[in-house]
C-alpha cells in the first residue's frame, strides 16, 4: 500500500474569527460579544502558539441591526477597492474596510494573519455551509472534512474567483473562509444555529492547534459546489419589481439537483416558470433576502469529488531546507 | 412587520446616502407619523362617522405563527363573525385568532383608524423575503374575508355564533444585562411552537454559554410571536395568551 508523504504547509499562529460583517446576522454577532467576554475573562494573553484575533466587523451596522450603512461590507476587499482613493465622504464601509485591512491584512502581504474565518447567516435552507475561492487549498478542505456537525448538513462552496479579484473579508488573510449557516431571518437569533457555528468555530480552532502542533492529517475526499450561475427573478421592464416568487417545489431545496424544466418561480397569477439550461446544477442561496437586490434568486453550481492529500505544518527543517533551495536556485 | 414598508425605507434610506443629504432639523415630522396622518385622512378620520367600515391590514412574522387574524376588541360582533366565517371556510387549515385588547399592550394600529379593523399576520417569513406558500395563504384568507363582507352586503344574516380567541396576557423580554444586551436566546424547545402550551417549569431561554431559564408563570399559558425579529427592540421575546371562547351576536345589514 502506497502511502503519500503528506504535503508541508507553513503554520498558521493568527486566526481571525469575525461576526457581525453584516450587522443584521446575528449567529456572528453574538458568538463573537461570547469569545469577546471569554478573552475579557481570561485576563492574559493566550501563549500558546495559536493567537487569535476576535473581530466585530462593522460596529455600525451591528448596533442598528443592518445588513449595511452604506455599501456592503463584504465587497469592499478587493485589491482594487482597498487601494483606491478614499476622499473625506466615502461610504461608511469603505473607510471600514481600510481599517480592517490594516488590523488583519495588509491583504497579499506577509503580516496578513494566517487564516480569517467570517460568520455569516442566510435566509436560505442552505445548513451549515464553508464558502472559499479555492477548491484546492488544503488548509480550508481539511477544516471542513474535519468538522462533524450532528444535527446540519454540512457542504463546500467554491466560487471561482482569483485571488485578484477576490473581494470578501475572509480574502485578507493568507487562508479564509466565509462559515455561512442558515435558515436564518435577519435580525432574529436561533438557538440551533447560534450552537452550531459556536462548536462549528471551536471545531476549527481545536483543528489549528492540532495542525500547528505536528499533527498528520490523512488524505481523503471532498464534495465541493462550484458556482456556475446565478439566476435573478423575472422582473417587471419597467418598474424592476419581480414578478414571481421563488416556486413552492424549489423553496427550500438548496443542494437538491434542479433538472431542465423543474419548476423555478411562480408568478403572481399562479404559472410556473422553468428552468431553461441544458445541464442540470445544484441550487443554493434560494431566495436569500439580501441578494433580491443583487439580481439573485438562486444560485447555481456543479458537484465534483476532490481529492485532498494529507498535510502536516512545516518544522523549522523543512523551512531551513526550502531557504537553503531557494538560495541555491 | 411589513415587507413593503421595510423595503422602500431601506432604498429611500439609500438613495438619501447617495446624495449625502442630511435629515432636516426638529420641525419636520418623521416620516411614519406623516403617514400616519395621510391614513387618517384618507381612511378615517378615526373615530367619526366618515371612516371606512374595515381594514385589511397585511402584515408577516418571523415567529411560527402561521395563518394569525387580529382583533382589537372582543365585542366588535362583525369582526368576530368575519374571522368565524373566514377559520370554517380556510378549514382543514388553521386560522387562528390573537385578541389584544390588552390596555398596556394594546398599541394604536394604522388599521384602527377605520370602524372595524382587521390584522393579518402570516409567518413564518424573515423579513424582505416573499414565500410562495405564505403569499398563497394570505391571498385566500382575503379572498374569504372579501366573500364574507359581499354576503353580508347582500343581505346574508349571521346567527349568533362562538369564536375561540387566544386573549394576549402579557409581553416576555429576553433576560438582559445591566446594559441592556441581550444574554439569552429563546430555548430549542420553544422555538417555533407558537400556540402550543407552555407550563411552568418549562424551559424558556438558553444563554449563550448553555444554561437553561424555565418559565416562571402560575399557570399554562399559550405563547404566541416567539422570536419575532422587529420586536427585539421593542423589549419582547414572545406574547403569552389564555384560550377564551368568545359569544358574537348575530349580524344582518340594515
Redesign the interface.
Known amino acids: 500500500m502506497e502511502v503519500d508523504e503528506p504535503v508541508r504547509l507553513p503554520r498558521l499562529p493568527r486566526v481571525a474569527v469575525c461576526g457581525g460583517t453584516h450587522g443584521n446576522e446575528l449567529s456572528g454577532v ?2 463573537v ?2 469569545l469577546l467576554k471569554d478573552l475579557r475573562e481570561k485576563d492574559a494573553e493566550d501563549g500558546g502558539p495559536l493567537s487569535v484575533l476576535v473581530v466585530l466587523s462593522n460596529p455600525r451596522a451591528t448596533q442598528q ?1 443592518r445588513r449595511y ?2 455599501v456592503d461590507l463584504n465587497r469592499c476587499f478587493s485589491h482594487a477597492t482597498l487601494n483606491g482613493p478614499v476622499p473625506d ?1 466615502s ?1 461608511y464601509e469603505i473607510i471600514l474596510s481600510r481599517k480592517l485591512n490594516a488590523l488583519l491584512g495588509p491583504k497579499g502581504g506577509q503580516g496578513a494573519v494566517d487564516l480569517v474565518c467570517d460568520l455569516h447567516n442566510t ?1 436560505a435552507n442552505m445548513g451549515l455551509c464553508f464558502i472559499a475561492y479555492s477548491d484546492s487549498d488544503w488548509i480550508c478542505l481539511h477544516i471542513f472534512k474535519h468538522l462533524q456537525m450532528p444535527d446540519m448538513p454540512m457542504r463546500f462552496i467554491h466560487y471561482d474567483v482569483s485571488k485578484k479579484e477576490s473581494y470578501s473579508l475572509d480574502s485578507v488573510g493568507k487562508h479564509g473562509f466565509a462559515l455561512e449557516i442558515g ?10 444555529n ?1 450552537t452550531a457555528m ?1 462548536v462549528g468555530v471551536q471545531h476549527v480552532l481545536d483543528w489549528v492547534r492540532h495542525f500547528n502542533s505536528g499533527s498528520v492529517f490523512e488524505g481523503g475526499f471532498v464534495d465541493v459546489f462550484t458556482m456556475v450561475k446565478k439566476i435573478d427573478y423575472p422582473r417587471d421592464s419597467q418598474t424592476h419589481n ?1 414578478t414571481a ?4 417545489h424549489l ?1 427550500d431545496r438548496d443542494f437538491c439537483l434542479l433538472r431542465p424544466e423543474d419548476p423555478l418561480f ?1 408568478t ?1 397569477s399562479g404559472e410556473a416558470l422553468t428552468y431553461k439550461g441544458s445541464e442540470p446544477l445544484y441550487p443554493f442561496f434560494i ?1 436569500e ?2 441578494y ?1 437586490e443583487k439580481g439573485v434568486a438562486l444560485s447555481l453550481a456543479r458537484k465534483r469529488r476532490v481529492a485532498v492529500p494529507p498535510i502536516r505544518a512545516q518544522t523549522e527543517e523543512d523551512k531551513q531546507a526550502s531557504f537553503a533551495s531557494e538560495e541555491e536556485e | 412587520t411589513s415587507c413593503e414598508i421595510q423595503k422602500s425605507h431601506k432604498s429611500s434610506r439609500q438613495k438619501k446616502n447617495q446624495k449625502q443629504t442630511h435629515a432636516t432639523g426638529g420641525d419636520e415630522l418623521p416620516y411614519e407619523v406623516q403617514r400616519a396622518q395621510e391614513i387618517n385622512r384618507t381612511f378615517g378620520p378615526k373615530g367619526s362617522p366618515e371612516a371606512y367600515d374595515v381594514i385589511f391590514d397585511l402584515h408577516n412574522t418571523t415567529s411560527n405563527m402561521g395563518c394569525t387574524l387580529i382583533l382589537e376588541s372582543s365585542k366588535d360582533s362583525f369582526n368576530l363573525q368575519m374571522m368565524n366565517y373566514i377559520k370554517k371556510a380556510f378549514a382543514p387549515a388553521s386560522c387562528l385568532v390573537l385578541l389584544n385588547e390588552h390596555p398596556h399592550l394594546k398599541y394604536s394600529t394604522s388599521r384602527s383608524v377605520a370602524k372595524h379593523p382587521v390584522g393579518l399576520e402570516v409567518g413564518p417569513q424573515p423579513q424582505g423575503v416573499l414565500r410562495s406558500n405564505i403569499f398563497q395563504a394570505m391571498r385566500v384568507i382575503l379572498k374569504h374575508a372579501l366573500d364574507f363582507i359581499e354576503l353580508f352586503n347582500e343581505g346574508m344574516e349571521f346567527p349568533s355564533c362562538t369564536v375561540e380567541v387566544f386573549r394576549v396576557l402579557e409581553r416576555i423580554d429576553y433576560p438582559r444585562d445591566a446594559n441592556g444586551n441581550i444574554i439569552a436566546m429563546v430555548h430549542t424547545n420553544l422555538q417555533d411552537c407558537d400556540w402550543e402550551p407552555l407550563n411552568p417549569g418549562d424551559p424558556m431561554f438558553q444563554t449563550f454559554d448553555g444554561q437553561t431559564v424555565h418559565y416562571q408563570g402560575s399557570g399554562t399559558v399559550y405563547p404566541t410571536f416567539i422570536n419575532e425579529a422587529a420586536y427585539y427592540e421593542k423589549q419582547q421575546a414572545f406574547l403569552t395568551t389564555r384560550r377564551e371562547t368568545l359569544v358574537a351576536s348575530a349580524i344582518r345589514k340594515a
Open positions: 453574538y458568538l460579544r461570547e441591526c450603512i452604506d465622504a461610504p435566509t435558515p436564518q431571518p435577519h435580525g432574529v437569533v436561533r438557538s440551533t447560534y459556536k419581480i416568487a421563488v416556486h413552492p423553496q411562480q403572481f431566495n433576502c439580501a433580491y
